[in-house]
């Protein structure tokens, strides 16, 4: 089959799933809300958790980034910053695009009243969200805007807060437009490093292993952290500070969790709770699929596969956890199933990250429907997260220890 081809099928399967609430508005809103009223400014709700989230996206500014020869090149012919403000401007489009489909989508569930303010929401917040991306970043509570908008608009979504924050927003970003662009004043070093950085990301995705897409760590200014014993909890503990963007996206993920479960009643907690948890430990186990692809770094450890997968769900169970009581504390009702959820979602994120190479040998091709599905392929790069459904699942039916196995099992395999 032709690249042309696939691209075409890939699009024609994408239109037709994301399609689905459209010509299917029903059978989605029985699905989402029920029996039950959603709450008169429930889209809203959705669209400003959405903004919160394509804000939260774009403060990585993965735009920097220039093939060292193309760099020394174009400098004769194109300012490199025309090339960097395009690709800035690109990426945000294309996210908002998506925000703009979840909008669409909400408003056929939910109603769509109050939609005139998500709409001056959303151009309000986009615009900031451009004008700080064009700047350096001041550090890693720039990311905690986002979070403090998506409180805001989940337990004060109320039109006059939004209106005022709206307008703060564009005066945010006027003042932002001021400043120098960071495609202007970016080093040669930094756009080759992420280039660099971006490569093996790119080679990682094209062998399917996903999990090279995990938030990579920022310098620890602890001195002797590895000095003593245990040095592989120390390692772990370190890939957890190492990482505070994740940190506050972790309390995002919360936020959104709790505000979903109240506007979506109709879907179970405890599929919030497994989802959520496992979203929010997934980056923290970017030091284990590091140990997974680095043998050298994994001798010099000196411990077992086994050791290192029980040290790993430990420290991720304890970061779902953590996680879970943020959960609680926002309105989602605890239970013995959402506790359960705990360690199913640091599992099942062990599980995806220490999954062997993929084997092209075994694509497993079926028919469905007249399309050739790789099956085998589909179902090792869904390890791990068939152990989250399937276990979310087993909870929502009441199964604890059937569950209870299904998490031995997962990191004993």
Same mark, same amino acid.
């Given at each position: 089959m032709s690249d042309t081809v696939s691209r075409a099928l890939a699009v024609v399967l994408a239109v037709g799933i994301g399609g689905a609430p459209f010509y299917q508005p029903e059978a989605t809103r029985d699905a989402l809300v029920g029996d039950t009223v959603p709450p008169s400014?429930?889209?809203?709700?959705?669209?400003?958790?959405?903004?919160?989230?394509?804000?939260?996206?774009?403060?990585?500014?993965?735009?920097?980034?220039?093939?060292?020869?193309k760099l020394t090149w174009d400098d004769l012919t194109a300012p490199r910053s025309a090339a960097l403000s395009r690709r800035l401007t690109l990426g945000w489009a294309?996210?908002?695009?998506?925000?703009?489909?979840?909008?669409?989508?909400?408003?056929?569930?939910?109603?769509?009243?109050?939609?005139?303010?998500?709409?001056?929401?959303?151009a309000a917040f986009g615009f900031l969200a451009l004008s700080a991306a064009r700047v350096r970043s001041p550090g890693v509570w720039e990311s905690a805007l986002p979070l403090l908008l998506a409180a805001l608009g989940s337990y004060a979504a109320f039109r006059i807060p939004l209106v005022v924050s709206s307008g703060l927003a564009f005066v945010g970003g006027f003042l932002l437009l001021r400043r120098q662009p960071l495609a202007e004043a970016v080093g040669r070093q930094e756009l080759v490093r992420n280039f660099a950085a971006r490569m093996t990301q790119r080679v990682s995705v094209a062998f399917l292993d996903v999990w090279g897409l995990l938030p990579p760590a920022r310098p620890l200014a602890l001195r002797g952290i590895f000095a003593r014993r245990p040095i592989l909890l120390r390692y772990l503990l370190a890939g957890v500070l190492a990482r505070p963007r994740a940190l506050v996206g972790a309390a995002l993920i919360a936020v959104i969790a709790a505000a979903l479960h109240r506007v979506f009643p109709a879907v179970p907690p405890v599929w919030w709770t497994a989802i959520g948890g496992y979203l929010a430990a997934i980056p923290f186990a970017a030091p284990v699929a590091q140990l997974r692809r680095t043998p050298g770094l994994r001798r010099w450890l000196n411990h077992s596969t086994l050791t290192v997968k029980l040290t790993a769900a430990a420290v991720l169970a304890l970061v779902a956890a953590l996680w879970l009581a943020?959960?609680?504390?926002?309105?989602? #009702?605890?239970?013995?199933?959402?506790?359960?959820?705990?360690?199913?979602?640091?599992?099942?994120? =062990?599980?995806?990250?220490?999954?062997?190479?993929?084997?092209?040998?075994? %694509? !497993?091709?079926? #028919?469905?429907?007249? %399309?050739?599905?790789?099956? !085998?392929?589909?179902?090792?790069?869904?390890?791990?997260? #068939? =152990?989250?459904?399937? !276990?979310?699942?087993?909870?929502?039916?009441?199964?604890?220890?059937?569950?209870? %196995?299904?998490?031995?099992?997962?990191?004993?395999?």
């Open positions: 400014n429930a889209a809203l709700v959705v669209v400003c958790l959405g903004v919160a989230v394509a804000w939260w996206s774009t403060q990585g500014r993965g735009y920097l980034w220039a093939d060292p020869a294309a996210r908002w695009a998506a925000l703009a489909y979840g909008a669409a989508v909400s408003g056929v569930v939910l109603g769509w009243d109050g939609f005139l303010y998500a709409a001056i929401l959303s943020a959960v609680t504390a926002l309105g989602i #009702d605890w239970t013995t199933t959402s506790l359960v959820a705990v360690p199913l979602a640091a599992a099942a994120a =062990v599980r995806s990250v220490t999954r062997d190479p993929i084997d092209f040998a075994n %694509v !497993g091709m079926v #028919d469905l429907g007249g %399309v050739l599905v790789p099956m !085998g392929l589909v179902v090792q790069v869904a390890r791990g997260i #068939d =152990v989250l459904v399937l !276990g979310a699942v087993l909870l929502a039916a009441g199964l604890v220890p059937v569950v209870a %196995v299904l998490c031995a099992a997962a990191l004993l395999s």
